[in-house]
């Protein structure tokens, strides 16, 4: 059976573009596939500027916003990368096999490096922890979005390498795991939905704050007047139907849209409709955790332990071959 593993960083809650296009994902497989991996990143999370508060309080709401998402630590590990050590130790392993023109290439790297004078180095090498993040426990089925796509390709790039070295066939090729929802939109349209760029719809914001955001959110530009029939293929908010709405739903949404039956409020309010029954299920979670604090620790310190003794033993593997075991007597 495949081995998952997949991490999200500790941006804070989660927002609908990282719930859709991984997380629920991987509520899903947690029933199909028992002992998989989701690991909050937050050694990833260091790499540019950051205030040691704030990643606190934000790894705090990511393992919470990830339990009331439906994980359950009785099917899947939940667990924070930083409490297994492992993962930077084979990061510096696979340092030593990757070349800087694959990580200067990376569309990431370039988009985040143009922004900044100074290039810290993890920015450069952020991959590579990701590739270690995934090897370390032979996953070969990584449930993502789009947008990690390229990273895994140089995780395959890495596995083949240190496996022509050191021993064919131990690290597996991991594969993205793709949703239909694969790449949500910003509510401006413009760019990939994400919290650095304020254009998010959080999984934990109340009714009236996600009509806020749903009533100004962009549609299909061409369509000015409410008469005017609309292309529902190049609006964001039919994007966001294929993942809330029922497949009738949808339909109805294609025939009021095209003949102009709808205005675009119309249609945003039966989108607020079934967003809310979806997401309020996650909020009732989210306030028992609260409730009972604890039970998150007792979930990420599971997970964490399972992690670990799987880690320890692929470790134990990695440095045997690379002849990095603990020193023994030489053979007479
Ligand atoms: P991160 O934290 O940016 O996002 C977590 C997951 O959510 C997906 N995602 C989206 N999918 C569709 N539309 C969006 N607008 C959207 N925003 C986020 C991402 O594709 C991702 O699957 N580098 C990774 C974290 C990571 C990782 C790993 C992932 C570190 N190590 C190992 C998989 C395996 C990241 O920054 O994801």
Redesign the pocket.
Known sequence: MARI?????P?GEL?I??Y????KNWVQLQHTHPGSLF?V?DY?AISGNYDPAVLRARRWEMARSLLAAGLDPSKASVFMQSDVAEHTELSWIFTTLTPLGDLERQTQYKDKSAKLESIPAGILM?PV??AA??LLYRADT???????VQ??ELARDTSRKWNARFGEGFFPEPQPLLTP??????LDGQA???KSLGNTIGLMESDEEIWAKLRPAMTDPARVRKIDPGNPEVCNIFQLHKAFSSAAEQANVVQQCTTAGWGCMDCKKVLHTNMVQELTPIRRRAEALDAEPQRILDAMATGAQTARAIAQETMREVRERMGLETLTLPKA
Do not use: W
Not at 20 to 23: R, S, W, Y
Not at 142 to 148: L, Y
Not at 181 to 186: A, F
């Open positions: 593993f997949s991490g999200i960083q941006s927002h573009g990282n859709l296009g991984a997380v690991c990143v990833h952020y922890l990701q993040d995934i990584v449930p993502v979005g789009e947008d990690q990273h895994l929802t694969r790449r949500i939109m910003g990939k939905m994400s």
